[in-house]
């Protein structure tokens, strides 16, 4: 079993920053893909980044904004988010997904969530 714990969501203005934490602990870090969903109100979870062995990949809306960075020897993956929007106002869910699942399904495991809030 995999626990996640999320942290460094709150409030920032739009162009601001933001960096999130996960820890994970419990099961083989370095073999999980780390990745990074966001859920705003009313709408569905959506994937924002992820990274494995073979890197990084981006949602488009996040491209260019936002880097995903993970350290295996601390168990932490980290979402480095710049130039923040509105939009980009939701809860952050850190999720490990295991060899053999689907990135964002059930078989993985998930954070509590972390709220980022943009203001204009």
């Known amino acids: 079993q995999v626990q996640l714990v999320e942290s460094g969501g709150g409030l920032v203005q739009a162009g601001g920053s933001l960096r999130l934490s996960c820890v994970a602990s419990?099961?083989?870090?370095?073999?999980?893909?780390m990745a990074w969903f966001r859920q705003a109100p009313g709408k569905e979870r959506e994937f924002v980044a992820a990274i494995s062995w073979s890197g990084g990949s981006y949602a488009e809306f996040v491209k260019g904004r936002f880097t995903i960075s993970r350290d295996n020897a601390k168990n932490t993956v980290a979402l480095q988010m710049n130039s923040l929007k509105r939009e980009d106002t939701a809860v952050y869910y850190c999720?490990?997904?295991?060899?053999?699942?689907?990135?964002?399904?059930?078989?993985?495991?998930w954070g509590q969530g972390t709220q980022v809030t943009v203001s204009s």
């Open positions: 419990g099961g083989t870090f370095s073999e999980y893909t």
């Open positions: 999720t490990a997904t295991p060899p053999g699942c689907e990135l964002g399904k059930g078989c993985g495991y």
